[in-house]
């Protein structure tokens, strides 16, 4: 299994946070990835059809924020392409509510036609990796190109969280914006689609994720303290809400795709 973590485009990077991309050439049972909060609507490609959340993906899929923990099942050799959207943009680049893909996903196919036609049988197609990527970037750049502005609001209070999670954070980004409880809550549920307490702790949860993959602590009470949490038991409630299981049970189920640990 080979996997890539890629920068975009410059001209898509206030759209666009990474890539990641898997490929296995060979795998005898179906290959489960794990979905887990982190604070970002993803487009994703595979070349394969999967199951998620009880249905059949198809190749091209628009992922809403997700909350609950879930498993995206891949069967066969493929290739998996995912493009992780800054968390306002659902509404200005797809024209679609945030709330309403919350912890679900959607066929971009059916749900934007004119744009994505023939675009899926160029990806299963394309002779490369590289092709296959320039051909979603230039998709991406079709809908900046026909995207309204940006909510400037949106993206201050969303940027706030990437290094603002202590207890009384939201109350410091009320004060920072000057604006009221209820605006922000509004502000949130209309141009990320969850509450900003919420956001809060997906970014909190998803920091810390990231320190444990990296394997780049000493005992798990590093990360907890490091990443605001109250203690090591608050880190493990989150860590459980969120993916379903424990740190350590992470840690040992990860070890065989995982070289970090």
Do not use: W
């Amino acid at each position: 299994m080979n996997t890539y973590r890629l920068s975009p485009p410059a001209a898509l990077a206030a759209y666009v946070s990474g890539i990641l991309v898997i490929e296995l050439h060979a795998v005898n049972d179906p290959f489960v990835l794990p979905l887990y909060a982190n604070g970002s609507p993803t487009i994703v490609f595979q070349t394969v059809t999967g199951f998620c959340s009880g249905g059949r993906t198809g190749y091209l899929s628009l992922f809403g924020q997700t909350v609950k923990p879930a498993q995206l099942a891949l069967s066969g050799p493929f290739t998996f392409i995912a493009y992780f959207m800054r968390p306002h943009t659902l509404q200005p680049l797809f024209g679609i509510g945030p709330a309403a893909l919350s912890d679900t996903y959607a066929d971009l196919e059916y749900v934007m036609p004119a744009k994505t036609r023939g675009l899926v049988d160029q990806l299963l197609h394309a002779p490369s990796l590289n092709r296959r990527l320039d051909f979603l970037n230039a998709f991406v750049t079709s809908l900046v190109q026909d995207a309204g502005s940006l909510n400037a609001a949106a993206l201050m209070a969303a940027s706030y969280f990437d290094t603002h999670v202590h207890a009384a954070a939201l109350a410091d980004l009320q004060q920072l914006m000057k604006i009221s409880e209820r605006s922000l809550q509004r502000l949130f549920e209309n141009h990320i689609g969850v509450s900003p307490k919420m956001y809060k702790r997906i970014c909190q949860f998803d920091k810390a994720f990231q320190q444990l993959n990296r394997n780049d602590f000493r005992i798990l009470t590093d990360i907890a303290y490091g990443h605001d949490f109250a203690d090591q038991s608050h880190y493990n409630r989150v860590f459980r809400e969120f993916t379903g299981i424990t740190p350590q049970e992470y840690i040992r189920l990860s070890k065989p795709f995982n070289p970090e640990f």
